[in-house]
């Protein structure tokens, strides 16, 4: 018997229109994610609700919803709307539809303009706009994934409301999914079965952009064979080439992605550069946040290098900026950067286990009282019960600093910070030593 693909002979109710976009929700009820926007009792919720929507600027990464809030609000207001995007439009469609708009304004309409990636329009473009927005011909919706600070004309953003919406979660992807199996606007015609795991799957690889993560489904329904009893059963194996991820199974929540973080970690702590670009690598081709790997890194530099190198901090922070600023996939270099230098440094855990040390007085130990001779004495009462008495500013003395006691009475003789003999940290043992050994002096 011949075998029967959906791409070849679409089932009834399948159409040609993507999935992506069959599926655009049409009203705030259908609308998934950005709750801190139009859950209930939300500003934007409300504004749109009252038909008060003024002009503003969404902003957030692709696939999260900004063009679909923007038709929502188009739906749900009395205004007359026009989209047009500031790729494939000059400054002459932006000056046709001002003059329309004003036309329309003399008459009693507004006019609601989406404007999408209203990043791209240049500075003149920016300012056609200006005037109409100041006089109310126009509400000016604008969709940006560039921060409004840096690419807006100040003037034009100091009259628009700025709205951020977020990365959908993966919850909210999953949802998504799921309903996109029962829609009839969706793949709801369809006989199709595929495990919630492998659904989990998509919602992981698709980094918070609904789009892709539908787009990834559809793609996955249509290249795979109906069976003998006309269903349309999606394995694992055909999800991964949809993606073009061998590491489909990690699992940005379980256990895979501690092993992974823990197997860069424990690679950089001993000292192998090439082990730790390799699982960040790895870490990078599941759909990990580079920003959580460089958060981990930022971590590492003070836990497992700390003084005998404090650069290596300076490095994992601008690892860290440098992600934050440019993404993947550029950001990946960076991140390789930092590996292999937080590899190379000279290794202490000193700080770590004072932070343990303390933490474990501090918990054991009544809450001790600070010395009065360190404490503050704002005020004459303060003054008059001791508070600062005996206090050594250590700046006036030859050694620049003093035999004080900081520390309370039960705790004087605790020595948290004990410095190894690594790196920078071999010179900072020798000082520290010294100072113990003189204070311990009489």
Known sequence: MEQLRLFTDPPSGHTSAPLASRLRPETLDEYVGQQHLVGEGMLLRQLIENDQVSSMIFWGPPGVGKTTLARIIAGSTNAHFVEFSAVTSGIKEVKEVMKEAEEMRLQGTRTLLFTDEIHRFNKAQQDAFLPYVEKGSIILVGATTENPSFEINSALLSRCKVFILKALTEDDLFKLLKHALVSEKGLGNMQIEISDQDLRSIAAFSNGDARCALNTLEMAVNNTPLNSEAVIKVETATIARCMDRRSLLYDKNGEEHYNLISALHKSMRNSDPDAAVYWMCRMIDGGEDPLYIARRMVRFASEDVGLADSNALTVAVN???????????????????????????????????????????????????VPLHIRNAPTRLMKDAGYGKGYIYAHDTEEKMAKMQCLPDALKDRHYYEPGVQGDEAAVKEKLDGIRKWRSED
């Open 319 to 369: 690892a860290y900026q440098a992600c934050h600023f440019l993404g993947l996939p550029e950001c990946n270099v960076h991140l390789a950067h930092a590996a292999v230098y937080l590899s190379m440094a000279p290794k202490s855990n000193a700080l770590e286990v004072a932070c343990i040390k303390a933490a474990k007085d501090i918990s054991s130990s009544p809450a001790q009282p």
